[in-house]
């Protein structure tokens, strides 16, 4: 299984990427509606442990396509489980 530090290895967005997203969203520069894993309906937890941390989003119109992401990454076409109902 792959450790937290090898997904970040072949992330799409470096860790030192991320955290300066983080900074920018925090004065209000870069903002999105919320974390990949609250509950948006796109998010696919990876299996085992680090299901806890990473996924893949399988969204068709977001620039997150396809990609591993980290459970804090976040955009603006994220959609609620509760949405469906």
């Not at 299984?1 to 900074?23: F, G």
């Not at 893949?56 to 955009?75: A, D, I, T």
């Amino acid at each position: 299984m792959a450790t937290h530090d090898q997904l970040w290895e072949i992330c799409s967005i470096s860790r030192e990427e991320y955290k300066m997203l983080v900074e920018r969203e925090a004065i209000g520069v870069n903002t999105y509606n919320a974390d990949c894993s609250c509950g948006c309906k796109w998010f696919h937890p990876l299996e085992g442990e680090r299901g806890q941390d990473w996924g893949v989003c399988s969204n068709p119109v977001s620039f997150r396509k396809g990609q591993l992401v980290f459970e804090h990454f976040g955009c603006s076409n994220y959609e609620s489980d509760a949405d469906d109902d």
